[in-house]
């Protein structure tokens, strides 16, 4: 008697094992480390753990949101220490936008789009792995970047729209 595997149990084991596996780069790379950005986003933990918002680039990071502070803060709120915490919300950014697309993929019953969504994140080279483990405000510099590229790629659209509209004018007035 064959026993069928469940369609579901490959994403959740997959997805427990990258879990696990940023769970151990947070503990032995992530906490060990310390740059001057993150003693700047450890501060600025605190400070947002305190509901004080300072105007942007106050920290003095014109190039970073300090949005792994902010998302921190709840981590902060319950002792948990900052070598921790700002890895930890710096992972969760990092890893929730293949989730969501995963769990997209398997709820339209693309159950092969779906791990193949966290078999790319799987792999990543480790340097990436900590790029985007370690806080340098440069996940959150994703949301200035995303608009940017939409809005170059609409301009560009537009562009030959204007070309295409201009040229069938021009078109219409020449030919009798």
């Known amino acids: 008697m064959e026993k069928k595997v469940k369609p579901w149990l490959l994403p959740v084991v997959f997805s427990i094992l990258l879990i696990i596996y940023r769970i151990y780069l947070l503990l032995r790379y992530c906490s060990q480390y310390l740059d001057g950005d993150q003693a700047l986003m450890w501060y600025g ?3 947002f753990g ?3 918002f300072p105007e942007p680039c106050f920290f003095g990071q014109a190039y970073g949101s300090m949005i792994e502070s902010l998302i921190a803060v709840p981590l902060y709120w319950i002792r948990v220490p900052f070598q921790f915490a700002l890895p930890a919300a710096t992972i969760f950014l990092s890893i929730v936008p293949f989730f969501y697309l995963s769990y997209k993929a398997y709820r339209k019953g693309n159950i092969k789009i779906s791990l193949l969504i966290l078999l ?4 990543m080279s480790w340097q990436w792995d900590i ?7 440069l996940i959150g510099g994703l949301r200035n970047v995303l608009p940017a590229a939409g809005g170059f790629i609409c301009g560009i659209l537009l562009q030959k729209l204007v070309k295409a509209f201009y040229l069938k004018k021009c078109g219409l007035c020449i030919t009798p």
């Not at 790319?120 to 792999?123: F, L, V």
């Open 131 to 137: 790029l985007t483990s370690v806080p340098r405000a």
């Open 45 to 47: 933990t605190a400070v």
């Open 120 to 123: 790319c994140y799987i792999a």
């Open 50 to 52: 305190h509901l004080k």
